[in-house]
């Protein structure tokens, strides 16, 4: 079962308590605790919550993605179309040593 690390991280960005947490979902604290935990699934609702309340996409709340606020309807500006159209140009090994790089810029601070 997976552990929601980010539910704490988002959940003490936000100087919450589990118990102020729970209380938005309309659980219990030790409920919401075993969340955090991995001890249980967030159920699909709950989650949508969470990304409501906290303004962020269900994907980055689910560790699919790094972007908290993507949102599939926000146009591409002209830079990010030609970084896309410069990836898709690239062989499959250097998709790779692309991404690699691209994850280090987003390491460094």
């Known amino acids: 079962?997976?552990?929601y690390q980010r539910i704490r991280d988002l959940r003490e960005d936000a100087d919450k308590t589990q118990t102020e947490?729970?209380?938005?979902?309309?659980t219990t604290p030790q409920y919401y605790g075993k969340y955090e935990k991995g001890e249980r699934?967030?159920?699909l609702m709950r989650a949508i919550e969470l990304a409501d309340y906290y303004d962020i996409s269900l994907d980055y709340l689910a560790g699919?993605?790094?972007?908290?606020s993507y949102n599939a309807d926000t146009p591409l500006a002209p830079d990010e179309i030609k970084i896309i159209?410069?990836?898709?140009?690239?062989?499959e090994r250097n998709k790779g040593k692309a991404e690699l790089?691209?994850?280090q810029l987003n390491e460094s601070p």
């Open 101 to 103: 790089f691209i994850e």
């Open 21 to 26: 947490i729970a209380d938005i979902l309309g």
């Open 64 to 68: 699919r993605s790094n972007n908290k």
């Open 41 to 43: 699934e967030i159920p």
């Open 85 to 91: 159209e410069l990836y898709r140009n690239l062989s």
């Open 1 to 3: 079962m997976p552990k």
